[in-house]
């Protein structure tokens, strides 16, 4: 098979491997850009199965990346929606104490919004009961989060995938990157390209194709499965905004919160328990058993040091593999809710967390990393939806300082 040539290959037509393939365009109107992705479409991974939350920002660590990326994510993410047409629910978010100890946190995660920069206002009794008379709190109190949104994953990838190829960005679907050589790519049907620069944009397989390119050794991914239910038209139960449970920051567990979807459909979760497989969204017929074992001593080895809570997270979410535990999460948010309300969903996602064997814990924020001709992104979990037209800047930059 001949060889051809690009300026940029792009591995992953994911929603950060399009949003950085638009950029350069824009950026370099002339060069050859081409986006490899293994699927026949957009979006069969976590770009099209998520909740499509255009979150906030308030959580994270002020000064990291996340931080510093989703609220303006979020802006131009909106804009993306009303430019295209696209259906988006501007509903806010509210954060509801589970327990009374977690009054206390809501305070912090209300200081924590001021740093980043995030409108949130706590609420009493009265208003809460006004706003969404299905929750309920367990001071009374709530923090009201009035920029949070809900968008359309699918519809805003494939829109993405479109509107590069319209701009002149080959993207190339059922083409999976094998092997790499320095300043080439085989592809699995043997074709060869050679590239002026690669971005590796590959999600699930991120860290596997960095190792290809002799790069981020130390990380190694780890997933985590998110499982929704859904919930039945039956139970009656309707929603004005998200609602989440104040999160314990130091674990940062989000619960299992019901969203509801341009469609109107609500759906609750997703889970985060350790899953064994790079695609492992059903069975284990994609389990491969190395790295199974690779990815169970890694898991081993965070519950030995239960660094960051590591242990009691673990739990938590592993029970939320059982129905009756997830009922139980979801019922501290909607007292209504009877386990006969939830409803098996297609959707599962998986979040690409990357495990670094130097430190034996998980990466927080979003992480670039650099080799000859080449850019990794690591670490892409949530809120990567939300954030990915600045990050894609942010990716074009660090291509741009290398050059
Ligand atoms: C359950 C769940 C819920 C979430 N909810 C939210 C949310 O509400 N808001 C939010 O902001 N974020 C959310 N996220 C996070 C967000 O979905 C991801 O961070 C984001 O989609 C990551 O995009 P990506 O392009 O890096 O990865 P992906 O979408 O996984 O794209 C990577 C692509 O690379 C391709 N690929 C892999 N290997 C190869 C190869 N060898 N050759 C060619 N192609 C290859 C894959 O097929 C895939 O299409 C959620 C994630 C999950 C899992």
């Known amino acids: 098979m001949p060889d051809s040539s690009v300026d940029f290959l792009l591995i992953g037509a994911g929603i950060v491997g399009l949003a950085v393939a638009r950029e350069l365009k824009h950026r370099h109107p002339a060069a050859r850009i081409l986006v490899l992705e293994k699927e026949a479409e957009a979006g069969r991974h976590s770009s099209g199965r998520n909740s499509g939350v255009l979150h906030s920002g308030l959580y994270y ?3 990291s990346l996340k931080a510093r990326l989703c609220r303006q994510g979020a802006l131009e993410m909106a804009a993306y929606h009303d430019e295209n047409g696209l259906p988006l629910n501007r509903c806010g978010k509210l954060l509801v104490p589970t327990t009374p100890e977690f009054a ?7 200081q924590r919004a001021r740093e980043n920069g995030v409108r949130a ?69 043997g074709e060869s390209i050679t590239f002026g620069c690669a971005v590796n944009a590959a999600g699930l397989h991120a860290d596997r194709i960095a190792h290809q390119f002799n790069a981020a050794r130390r990380y190694a991914l780890l997933p985590f499965k998110g499982l929704y239910w859904k919930l ?35 759906s609750l979760g997703p889970t985060a328990g350790p899953a064994f497989g790079r695609e492992q969204y059903r069975g284990l017929a994609s389990v491969r058993l190395p790295e199974a074992l690779r990815m169970l001593r890694d898991v081993g080895r965070m519950f030995l040091r239960n660094q960051d809570g590591f242990r009691q997270q673990a739990g938590q979410e ?27 969903a297609t959707k599962t996602g998986l979040h ?14 979003f992480h670039l990393e650099k080799s000859q001709n080449a850019l ?17 800047r942010h990716i074009c930059d660090a291509i741009e300082a290398d050059a």
């Open 352 to 365: 690409p967390r990357m495990f670094d064997r130097e430190t034996g814990s998980l990466l927080k924020d």
């Open 104 to 110: 206390a946190q809501m305070e912090t995660i209300a």
């Open 376 to 392: 990794h992104i690591l670490g892409v979990t949530s809120p990567a939806w939300t954030s990915a037209f600045p990050l894609a």
């Open 232 to 266: 039945s038209p039956a139970a009656g139960i309707r929603l004005n905004h998200l609602i989440y449970p104040v999160p314990d920051l130091r674990i940062l567990y989000l619960g299992v919160p019901p969203t509801t979807a341009t469609d109107g459909a609500i």
């Open 61 to 63: 660590a002020p000064g």
């Open 121 to 189: 206002e706590r609420i009493d009794a009265q208003t809460l009961a006004e706003m969404e008379p299905e929750t309920r709190s367990a001071t009374g109190e709530a923090l009201w989060v009035p920029e949070t949104a809900v968008g359309s994953p699918v519809e805003v990838i494939r829109t993405l995938a479109r509107e590069v190829a319209d701009k002149g960005v080959e993207v190339r679907f059922g083409a999976a990157l094998a092997q790499v050589e320095p300043g080439r790519a085989i592809l699995e049907n």
């Open 318 to 344: 592993a029970r939320h593999y059982f129905k009756c535990w997830f009922f139980k999460a979801a019922a501290e948010l909607l007292p209504r809710l009877r386990p006969e309300h939830l409803m098996p």
